[in-house]
């Protein structure tokens, strides 16, 4: 207790403090229930006994600049009280997560180091928000995002998903399958009506479409093959 | 201190804080996301163009992948599209990635095995939480691959309008914590009954809006089981009303269970055993009837409230006054509900059934009362004074003397029946500490001043904290 740099404690406020200590180097202290209220903290208090002096300061998350420490800070300050209400909560959460987008996006990243999972649940929430409706020019406005895709690959996506190769293929497969399927009803081979799905993998499926061995027919009838043995209905599987 | 890279630094200088989240809190994020809105959202940047291909989230809904579904297509069109778009998602993406949520909105039909290929796909990737809403015209079997999937623990499977569910002979889900079911019909009580006790890990089951065909008894057993939700307070895509348990007995034997919700028609019996752990119970009951049996509602709610008698924290809300009638009565309760702490009642005018209720629950310590009114008393509001007038007569009520401190009237309108019951609680209510009064909105003729005026007037028994609050 002789420790020149520690606060002098008057009788009448005997509360306990936890040392923090940020990248850049500097020491704060914080109360104890304030600080205890992030896991990662209480671990390293618990676990490791650590922060109970200056010299034994609890080193924060390197992603924990001391901006977003101090919003953290105000935020376990409010919400450690037990007697809020819901409604009180909810209110302060609301005003809380006004800020800009990059500040944001920051205190969520500390949140997350700090394991603090209301909060990066607040804060995920409200970028998700931002986010959502927005166009990709909004959104690289936004977020300081580069422009850094030709435009034949921004439209590449949406163009494949109903125009991909792979696509009309496996539709021609199945047709072809149908097809093969009622010629087989008709010849009253198939006897089951229970459908087996399959448990090929997409590998699988990909690398004969894309020319594996025997080619694609060369697989198809081979298949084929294997099918009748089983006396089942064989689907392919994306 | 650390040196950050050059590429980071690039970034900060830049602005850009989004980039460098953890990838599991970007997929947080986005976990919301419909699939299709992540695909275009891959022409924002370089960084963003393959977010979509590996997000644990999967969000397909066949009303939104395009902003106007029929134009300029056929409905058929629209199937075979959908097909071919979730089949290039499910080929696109990694297939090593886990997948946490699926969200998967489509239509099924007689002979169409997509549904179930899709199902083996989404199972073979580790689904945990599968939620399946389905337009059909054909009973759906479970199939294999989901039932025995080692990862999924939560499955809710709804459909538009109620259809047959085929449940497997063979046993329930393994893993599963969260059962969901919503429109489903149970052709067979016996096979429902041995598939809920056969997913061994089962917590919380909802059964909504399901129709239990011929079911003479409708039977929970469950070692498990923690929480019991039967709902059927819900009105159908097509107007039309769940019939619910109404003609078939309820049997409930979950030991563990701590929170029972039954809303909707009652059953015409109740065997709800061994609730020894039963914390929270919130019950809605209807008739089917137009003119209900007096008689059979006290038999019905005299079964229920004896099987749930344990509990702490009771919210009672009835759609039939058939049901509170005979509570106002006397010796209305039949039960004496010993561990109740917490007490929340949907009231109309009449509120004699308050004080039965005060009666049965020696322990209380909060009370919690909402009022509902029609629009059209608010018209009726100046004669309500004569035709609702009643006193509570004052007398000693055992949770008033020793236990009730919180009391909380919401959407007060200012009649004089909510002004009795105000003054007979702070008359007889010793240790009362709060009673909050919040006014109703969108009430066209405020008494407010009025009331509160009366209300700071009346004697109270207690040093108790008067709050007046105004609507959200």
């Known amino acids: 207790m002789s420790e020149v740099d520690m606060a002098v404690i008057k009788p009448e406020m005997m509360k306990s403090f936890i040392w923090l200590q940020t990248a850049d180097g500097s020491i704060q202290q914080v109360e104890q229930e304030v600080a205890m209220f992030c896991p990662m903290i209480c671990h390293e208090v618990i676990q490791k006994g650590m922060g109970s002096s200056k010299s034994y300061a609890i080193s924060v998350p390197q992603r924990v600049n001391p901006a977003s420490l101090s919003l953290i800070l105000d935020y376990c300050r409010f919400h450690q009280v ?15 997560i006004r800020m800009d987008t990059k500040r944001l996006c920051e205190l969520t990243s500390a949140a997350d180091s700090l394991q603090l999972k209301p909060l990066v649940d607040l804060t995920s929430r409200a970028l998700a928000r931002i986010i959502e409706g927005r ?16 435009e034949e690959e921004k439209l590449e996506p949406l163009k494949n998903t109903t125009d991909d190769p792979r696509i009309r293929l496996l539709n021609r497969l199945y047709a072809k399958k149908r097809k093969e399927l009622k010629e087989k009803e008709k010849l009253k081979i198939v006897e089951v009506e229970e459908d087996r799905v399959d448990d090929r993998s997409v590998d699988d499926l990909l690398s004969f479409i894309n020319g594996g061995e025997g080619g694609i027919i060369g697989c198809w009838f081979f298949c084929a093959l294997l099918l009748n043995s089983c006396c089942s209905i064989f689907f392919l599987i994306v | 201190m650390k040196m950050v890279d050059t590429v980071e630094n690039q ?8 980039s460098n989240l953890p990838d599991s809190i970007i997929h947080q994020i986005f976990s919301s996301f419909e699939t299709i809105d992540l695909i275009r959202l891959s022409a924002v940047s370089r960084n963003w163009r393959y977010l979509w291909i590996s997000m644990p989230y999967l969000n397909l809904d066949i009303n939104t992948v395009w902003s106007r579904p029929l134009a300029n297509r056929s409905f058929h069109t629209l199937i075979e599209k959908f097909k071919d778009f979730v089949n290039w998602v499910l080929m696109s993406q990694d297939s090593s990635v886990d997948i946490q949520r699926c969200r998967l909105f489509c239509y099924h039909f007689a002979q169409d095995n997509t549904l179930y290929r899709w199902i083996n796909v989404v199972t073979r990737r580790n689904v945990q939480d599968f939620d399946l809403n389905l337009v059909s015209d054909v009973p759906f079997e479970l199939p294999r691959c989901l039932i025995t999937c080692e990862s999924l623990t939560s499955f809710k499977l709804c459909f538009d309008t109620p259809r047959v569910v085929k449940l497997p002979t063979f046993g329930g889900f393994r893993r599963l914590k969260t059962l969901d079911f919503l429109r489903v019909e149970f052709p067979d009580f016996i096979l429902l009954r041995e598939f809920v006790s ?4 089962l917590d919380k089951l909802i059964l909504e809006a399901c129709i239990f065909r011929d079911f003479e008894i409708l039977d929970i057993c469950s070692t498990n089981l923690k929480i019991l939700t039967i709902h059927n307070n819900i009105e159908g895509n097509r107007g039309e009303e769940c019939d619910g348990l109404h003609n078939c007995e309820l049997k409930v034997d979950c030991p563990n269970l701590v929170a029972f919700n039954f809303l909707g028609p009652s059953a015409p019996d109740y065997s709800l055993q061994n609730l020894n752990c ?7 009951l209807d008739s089917k009837e137009n003119f209900p049996d007096v008689d059979v509602c006290v038999y019905e709610l005299g079964k229920i409230f004896r099987g749930v008698c344990n509990t702490e924290v009771l919210k009672l809300s009835f759609d039939c006054m058939e049901f509170v009638y005979p509570l106002a009565l006397p010796n209305g309760l039949s039960v004496s509900f010993c561990n109740l702490k917490s007490l929340f009642l949907f009231v109309l005018i009449e509120a004699d059934h308050i004080i039965t209720l005060l009666n049965g629950s020696p322990n209380l310590e909060s009370l919690e009362i909402f009022y509902e009114w029609y629009e ?20 000693a009520i055992p949770c008033l003397t020793y236990h009730l401190k919180k009391v ?15 003054r007979f609680l702070l008359k007889n209510g010793h240790v009362l500490q709060k009673m909050i009064i919040s006014w109703g909105s969108g009430f066209k003729n405020p008494r407010e001043d009025v009331l509160m005026s009366r209300v700071m007037t009346l004697p109270t028994s207690s040093n108790v904290e008067l709050t007046f609050e105004q609507p959200d």
Do not use: A, M
């Open chain 2, 408 to 422: 909380e009237l919401i959407n007060v309108l200012g009649r004089r029946t909510e002004l009795e019951l105000v």
């Open chain 1, 135 to 150: 166009s990709p020019e909004e959104i690289r406005e936004i977020f300081h995002l580069p422009d850094d895709l030709t």
């Open chain 2, 198 to 201: 056969n997913c061994t890990l």
């Open chain 2, 278 to 284: 039963l914390k929270e119970v919130y019950l809605h």
């Open chain 2, 11 to 18: 970034k900060l200088e830049d602005g850009d804080r989004f």
């Open chain 1, 82 to 96: 037990p007697g809020r209400s819901n409604k009180e909560r909810k209110s302060f959460d609301e005003k809380f």
């Open chain 2, 376 to 395: 059209e008393e608010e018209e009726d509001y100046e004669y309500d004074e004569d035709y609702y007038f009643w006193q509570i007569r004052d007398r």
